[in-house]
């Protein structure tokens, strides 16, 4: 877990339900349970409004627990549907309780589909791995499931002959878990060499060449460097001089887009954590990606590409970093590092559409980005403008165009 969290022991645990009023109807998977519901031009009294809360919350417990059970039947399309379902629901409603309580069945059933499972399976159960970890928040119980399932994703992330979209998945997830719980020292580097692993197959050939690989092979590649660089921002120069800045320099050079913006900003986090050798080479080399305007790419290809590199230029040539800020419910969260920007993409990896109710909810991502304790949704404050809203949305379009093209 980054520097300053603090973790809860098993008897600090929080309980209490997870509030589901501040998530619309129409944003969960599961909202298509049968439940109450009141169709009058009338407002409900508090009776009939704490009564419809309750059918909703337990139509949707319901539903959950069906995809646990589902979790272990025979058919893989079923297991997948089931994690993936699982997913959607966690990241869109804050329940730490029922995590808790079920947290050694999800475990047990995502490393069955990881040893067991094929391709789509294999997927979903590294997508749900961290974010069983979020659930559980800082507590002793998340740092045994993440030691438990980062064995399993290794072995995944390690085996060439496996599907390679669930090797690049295996790859984040396992960076994710290093990140956000503390691995024994040896655990943490055997994921670290892992990686580098990987992605060194993006390094120059040694006739001086770089590699022809599919966009398969290209997507594991940056998938396994921006894991490396988000562990990057918490274990320091330790993790970067294990690979070296000449090898990230080669990778700018690569064919495909992904591989190129994720050598671009570790080059970025390198450089944020000590100053990087001979920068205006570098900075000649960002500079003409920036300003590519090369045919033989797409059209959108170039759009992203100069829009990635600019921000990573004017950053190592003039200091300038990255300051973003991403407004939810009553509060804002500003990020002024690229290792605030690789934590807070993490998260959006995790999390999807549903980041903002945890960012609103959940003690461990309030601890990670010290937002301090949740506030009470009934306490007035500033008003979110239209042009604030229009602005936020934008934003998060933005940086999850430019993290798709790492996943």
């Known amino acids: ?12 645990h929080q309980r209490g339900r997870g509030r589901v009023e501040n998530v619309s109807d129409d944003e969960s998977i599961l909202d298509n349970a049968s439940v109450v519901s009141i169709a009058s031009s009338s407002i409900p009294d508090e009776a009939e409004a704490e009564v419809d809360e309750k059918s909703q919350e337990e139509a949707f417990e319901e539903k959950l627990l069906e995809c646990v059970e589902n979790l272990s039947e025979k058919s893989a399309q ?6 993936q379902s699982m997913a959607t629901a966690l990241s869109k409603k804050y329940l730490p309780d029922f995590v808790f309580d079920r947290h050694m069945t999800l475990s047990e059933a995502i490393r069955s589909s990881l040893r067991r499972g094929r391709g789509a399976e294999q997927e979903a159960a590294a997508q749900l791995a961290p974010l069983l970890c979020v659930c559980l928040g800082a507590c002793d119980e998340a740092e045994e499931v993440a030691a438990s399932l980062s064995t399993t994703l290794l072995q995944v992330a390690a085996d060439a002959s496996a599907n390679p979209h669930a090797r690049a998945k295996c790859c984040w997830s396992l960076a994710v ?5 503390e691995l024994e020292p040896s655990e943490a580097l055997a994921s670290e060499r892992l990686l580098a692993d990987v992605f060194s197959g993006s390094y120059l050939k040694g006739d001086g060449h770089t590699p022809n690989i599919t966009a398969d092979t290209a997507a594991l590649h940056a998938a396994a460097l921006s894991g490396w660089t988000l562990l990057a921002t918490v274990d320091g120069c330790q993790n970067l001089d294990a690979v070296g800045q000449d090898h990230l320099i080669d990778m700018l050079g ?49 759009k992203a ?8 230029l004017a950053y190592i040539e003039e200091g300038r970093a990255p300051e973003l800020k991403i407004r939810f419910g009553q ?12 934590h807070y993409e993490a998260f959006c990896q995790v999390l999807g559409s549903g980041l903002n109710l945890h960012l609103a909810q959940n003690d461990l991502l309030r601890q990670v980005f010290r937002l301090g304790d949740p506030i009470n949704a009934a306490t007035p404050t500033h008003k979110v403008t239209k042009l604030e809203r229009v602005s936020s949305t934008l934003l998060s379009q933005h940086l999850n165009e430019q993290i798709s093209t790492l996943f």
């Open 1 to 12: 877990m980054p520097k300053g969290g603090k973790k809860k022991s098993a008897n600090g």
């Open 78 to 83: 079923t297991r997948t549907l089931a994690l």
């Open 177 to 181: 878990l290093a990140f956000l719980t």
């Open 254 to 302: 690569s064919g495909h887009l992904d591989v190129r913006v994720a050598a671009g900003e570790a080059l970025a986090v390198m450089h944020e954590i000590k100053p990087l050798e001979a920068p205006e080479q570098v900075c000649e080399l960002l500079a003409a990606l920036a300003t590519d305007s090369s045919r033989f790419r797409a059209k959108k290809e170039r």
């Open 305 to 312: 590409q100069r829009s990635s590199f600019r921000e990573i």
């Open 331 to 342: 509060e804002c969260l500003e990020l002024g590092t690229w290792a605030l920007r690789k």
